[in-house]
């Protein structure tokens, strides 16, 4: 099982639990699972859905800001890797 940097969290909204996520390289969409990374946080999951500008997209690319609902909490600069088979 490899995993792929995809992204680093910007920012994360309790209320929805949905994680800004920067996609730095790469790519993901819905139905990929995605690991989230960090000094404290460790947990995959799979993408139900992906919001740009609260816009439903089916794709993450390079260069978006999108925002992912998230399980668990997640915090400023940790990394999402896509988990490839």
């Given at each position: 099982?490899?995993?792929?940097k995809v992204?680093?969290?910007?920012?994360?909204?309790?209320?929805?639990?949905?994680?800004?996520?920067e996609?730095?390289?790469?790519?993901?969409?819905?139905?990929?699972v995605i690991?989230?990374?960090?000094?404290?946080?460790?947990?995959?999951?799979?993408?139900k859905s992906?919001?740009?500008?609260?816009?439903?997209?089916?794709?993450?690319?390079?260069?978006?800001?999108?925002?992912?609902?998230?399980?668990?909490?997640?915090?400023?600069?940790d990394?999402?890797?896509?988990?490839?088979?």
């Open positions: 099982m490899a995993e792929i992204g680093v969290v910007k920012n994360y909204f309790a209320k929805p639990s949905v994680a800004a996520i996609i730095t390289e790469g790519e993901f969409q819905v139905g990929d690991w989230f990374k960090g000094h404290t946080t460790d947990f995959q999951q799979e993408v992906i919001q740009e500008e609260k816009e439903t997209i089916s794709k993450a690319v390079k260069g978006q800001l999108v925002g992912v609902q998230v399980k668990e909490r997640v915090r400023m600069n990394f999402v890797y896509k988990v490839a088979d």
